[in-house]
Each structure stands twice: as C-alpha cells, then as structure tokens.
C-alpha cells in the first residue's frame, strides 16, 4: 500500500483538472507514481487511478457542459469508483 499523501489539488475543480491532467497523462505507472512523490507498493496503480479519475471528470465536466446529463452522471459514477476504491484510502487530498 502506498504511503498516504497530500496532492495539493482538487481534482473536482474544472481548471485545476484540466491542468493536473495535461500536466501528467503522457506519464504512467511508476513514472508517474514518481513525478507525484508516491511511494510504497501500489503507487503506481494509485497514480493510474488518479488520472483515469481526472480523465473521467474532465468527460463529465465536457458532458454537463453540451447537455448530455446522463453521460455525465456515467462518468462521475466511475468517479465516484475510483475514489472509493482505489484513491480514498491512502489521499486526503479532496
């Protein structure tokens, strides 16, 4: 498990989103776990999971944005997943 941490970012607003994710999706796994100071076993699966997390929000924010209210509701559901599962237990970031 990795060790917690603080990404000082939220990830639920539209422009800090947008610029975590242009910053760091060319990056994955432990290249990524790198770049955002993660540790431990399973910091690269965290990182993955928080930009799978902000590629999901930016589609639901682009959704809400065109009207397409369902297909949003879809994408922060996996949100809502990906949080749960996999971000929640080591980030007190949100």
Same mark, same amino acid.
């Given at each position: 498990m990795?060790?917690?941490f603080h990404l000082?970012?939220?990830?639920?607003?539209?422009?800090?989103?947008?610029e975590f994710f242009e910053?760091?999706?060319?990056?994955?796994?432990?290249?990524?776990a790198k770049r955002l100071g993660l540790q431990g076993e399973g910091a690269a699966? &965290? +990182?993955s999971s928080l930009i799978m997390y902000a590629s999901h929000? &930016? +589609?639901?924010f682009n959704y809400r944005v065109?009207?397409?209210?369902?297909?949003a509701i879809r994408q922060e559901t996996h949100c809502d997943t990906l949080y749960r599962l996999g971000i929640q237990p080591v980030c007190d970031c949100w």
């Open positions: 990795p060790k917690p000082d970012i939220n990830l639920d607003d539209e422009v800090e989103c947008r910053k760091h999706s060319p990056f994955s796994g432990q290249d990524l699966g &965290l +990182a929000r &930016l +589609a639901a065109h009207g397409y209210i369902v297909d």
